[in-house]
Protein backbone atom coordinates (compact mmCIF):
# COMPACT_ATOMS: atom_id res chain seq x y z
CA UNK A 1 0.00 0.00 0.00
CA UNK A 2 1.63 3.32 -0.83
CA UNK A 3 1.36 5.74 1.55
CA UNK A 4 1.35 9.78 1.27
CA UNK A 5 4.19 12.18 1.40
CA UNK A 6 4.66 13.53 4.27
CA UNK A 7 3.28 17.09 4.05
CA UNK A 8 5.61 19.69 4.82
CA UNK A 9 3.96 22.73 4.28
CA UNK A 10 0.15 23.64 3.92
CA UNK A 11 -1.65 25.63 1.12
CA UNK A 12 -3.87 28.37 1.60
CA UNK A 13 -6.98 26.27 0.49
CA UNK A 14 -5.81 23.54 3.15
CA UNK A 15 -6.73 26.52 5.74
CA UNK A 16 -10.15 27.54 4.41
CA UNK A 17 -11.41 23.58 3.67
CA UNK A 18 -10.39 22.71 7.66
CA UNK A 19 -11.95 26.32 8.75
CA UNK A 20 -15.05 25.61 6.84
CA UNK A 21 -15.04 22.13 8.31
CA UNK A 22 -14.58 23.15 11.67
CA UNK A 23 -16.86 26.19 11.24
CA UNK A 24 -20.12 24.09 11.53
CA UNK A 25 -19.54 22.63 14.78
CA UNK A 26 -18.76 25.84 16.26
CA UNK A 27 -21.23 28.14 14.85
CA UNK A 28 -23.74 25.25 15.90
CA UNK A 29 -22.99 25.95 19.67
CA UNK A 30 -22.76 30.18 18.73
CA UNK A 31 -26.45 29.59 17.71
CA UNK A 32 -27.35 26.94 20.66
CA UNK A 33 -26.22 29.29 22.52
CA UNK A 34 -27.67 32.81 20.70
CA UNK A 35 -30.58 31.14 21.37
CA UNK A 36 -31.00 31.86 24.82
CA UNK A 37 -28.54 34.58 25.85
CA UNK A 38 -25.89 36.90 23.67
CA UNK A 39 -24.29 37.77 26.50
CA UNK A 40 -23.16 34.25 27.33
CA UNK A 41 -22.67 34.04 23.56
CA UNK A 42 -20.58 36.75 23.51
CA UNK A 43 -18.64 34.97 26.60
CA UNK A 44 -18.06 31.70 24.24
CA UNK A 45 -16.97 33.74 21.43
CA UNK A 46 -14.01 35.11 23.78
CA UNK A 47 -13.27 31.64 25.60
CA UNK A 48 -12.99 30.49 21.84
CA UNK A 49 -10.05 33.12 20.98
CA UNK A 50 -8.90 32.52 24.59
CA UNK A 51 -8.35 28.68 23.92
CA UNK A 52 -7.17 29.17 20.79
CA UNK A 53 -4.42 31.06 22.29
CA UNK A 54 -3.83 28.57 24.61
CA UNK A 55 -4.01 25.28 22.37
CA UNK A 56 -1.32 27.74 20.36
CA UNK A 57 1.23 28.36 23.14
CA UNK A 58 0.93 24.78 24.19
CA UNK A 59 0.69 22.46 20.82
CA UNK A 60 1.26 24.29 17.61
CA UNK A 61 4.69 26.18 19.28
CA UNK A 62 5.97 22.47 18.64
CA UNK A 63 5.02 21.94 15.03
CA UNK A 64 7.35 22.93 11.95
CA UNK A 65 4.57 24.63 10.22
CA UNK A 66 4.62 27.28 13.14
CA UNK A 67 8.26 27.60 12.25
CA UNK A 68 7.52 29.44 8.80
CA UNK A 69 8.10 33.07 8.44
CA UNK A 70 6.53 35.88 10.11
CA UNK A 71 2.97 34.74 10.34
CA UNK A 72 1.64 30.80 11.23
CA UNK A 73 1.58 28.75 8.01
CA UNK A 74 -0.66 25.69 8.65
CA UNK A 75 -3.88 24.21 8.24
CA UNK A 76 -5.76 25.65 11.28
CA UNK A 77 -4.20 29.20 11.19
CA UNK A 78 -3.66 30.97 8.47
CA UNK A 79 -1.32 34.47 8.52
CA UNK A 80 -1.43 34.60 12.30
CA UNK A 81 1.26 36.34 13.72
CA UNK A 82 3.28 33.95 15.75
CA UNK A 83 2.74 35.48 19.36
CA UNK A 84 4.87 32.56 20.90
CA UNK A 85 8.45 31.35 20.18
CA UNK A 86 9.05 28.51 18.32
CA UNK A 87 9.61 25.69 20.87
CA UNK A 88 10.92 22.34 18.80
CA UNK A 89 10.51 18.94 19.70
CA UNK A 90 8.65 16.34 22.02
CA UNK A 91 5.39 17.87 24.02
CA UNK A 92 5.98 17.80 27.46
CA UNK A 93 3.58 16.70 30.22
CA UNK A 94 2.46 20.52 30.97
CA UNK A 95 1.77 20.94 27.23
CA UNK A 96 -0.19 17.64 26.17
CA UNK A 97 -2.38 18.77 29.67
CA UNK A 98 -3.22 22.17 28.88
CA UNK A 99 -3.94 21.49 25.17
CA UNK A 100 -6.23 19.17 26.37
CA UNK A 101 -7.72 21.16 29.02
CA UNK A 102 -8.20 23.98 26.33
CA UNK A 103 -10.10 22.04 24.05
CA UNK A 104 -12.42 20.60 27.16
CA UNK A 105 -13.41 23.85 27.50
CA UNK A 106 -13.73 24.70 23.79
CA UNK A 107 -15.72 21.99 22.71
CA UNK A 108 -17.52 21.40 26.54
CA UNK A 109 -18.74 24.69 27.37
CA UNK A 110 -21.98 24.60 24.96
CA UNK A 111 -23.23 21.17 26.36
CA UNK A 112 -25.42 23.16 29.20
CA UNK A 113 -26.75 25.23 25.88
CA UNK A 114 -27.35 21.77 23.81
CA UNK A 115 -29.23 20.16 26.77
CA UNK A 116 -32.42 22.34 25.54
CA UNK A 117 -31.53 22.21 22.02
CA UNK A 118 -30.95 18.61 21.22
CA UNK A 119 -31.23 18.65 17.35
CA UNK A 120 -28.45 21.16 17.32
CA UNK A 121 -26.57 18.49 19.73
CA UNK A 122 -27.00 16.11 17.21
CA UNK A 123 -25.72 18.69 14.85
CA UNK A 124 -22.58 19.40 17.30
CA UNK A 125 -21.91 15.80 18.42
CA UNK A 126 -21.99 14.32 14.28
CA UNK A 127 -20.23 17.40 12.63
CA UNK A 128 -17.11 17.10 15.63
CA UNK A 129 -17.13 13.46 14.85
CA UNK A 130 -16.38 13.50 11.38
CA UNK A 131 -14.15 16.65 11.79
CA UNK A 132 -11.41 14.78 14.19
CA UNK A 133 -12.53 11.47 12.04
CA UNK A 134 -11.35 13.41 8.75
CA UNK A 135 -8.07 15.07 9.98
CA UNK A 136 -6.74 11.67 11.67
CA UNK A 137 -7.29 10.03 7.88
CA UNK A 138 -5.89 13.01 5.87
CA UNK A 139 -3.77 14.56 7.73
CA UNK A 140 -2.07 13.03 10.48
CA UNK A 141 -0.87 10.22 8.05
CA UNK A 142 1.09 12.86 6.15
CA UNK A 143 1.96 14.82 9.22
CA UNK A 144 5.38 16.56 9.42
CA UNK A 145 5.53 17.03 12.76
CA UNK A 146 6.89 13.35 14.43
CA UNK A 147 6.48 14.51 17.94
CA UNK A 148 2.74 15.18 17.68
CA UNK A 149 1.25 12.57 20.32
CA UNK A 150 -2.05 12.06 17.39
CA UNK A 151 0.82 11.35 14.47
CA UNK A 152 0.10 8.60 12.44
CA UNK A 153 3.15 8.44 10.02
CA UNK A 154 4.63 5.10 10.15
CA UNK A 155 8.22 5.52 11.38
CA UNK A 156 9.33 3.72 8.35
CA UNK A 157 8.47 6.41 5.92
CA UNK A 158 11.45 9.12 5.86
CA UNK A 159 10.93 13.21 6.29
CA UNK A 160 11.90 14.08 3.20
Known sequence: ?????IKKTHSF???LYWNMFFAIPLFTAILAIFKHS?????FYIVICVLMLMVICR???TH???Y???????CMFLWGFPKLFEYRP???KFRDKLMTFLAAVVLLGFPVYWFLMEPGLFIIYALSLIVFFISVRRYECIQCVN???PVNAVPETIPDS
Open 63 to 65: CPH
Open 13 to 15: SDF
Open 38 to 42: VLWMS
Open 58 to 60: FFC
Open 89 to 91: GPY
Open 1 to 5: MNHPA
Open 146 to 148: RHC
Open 67 to 73: NTGNTIK
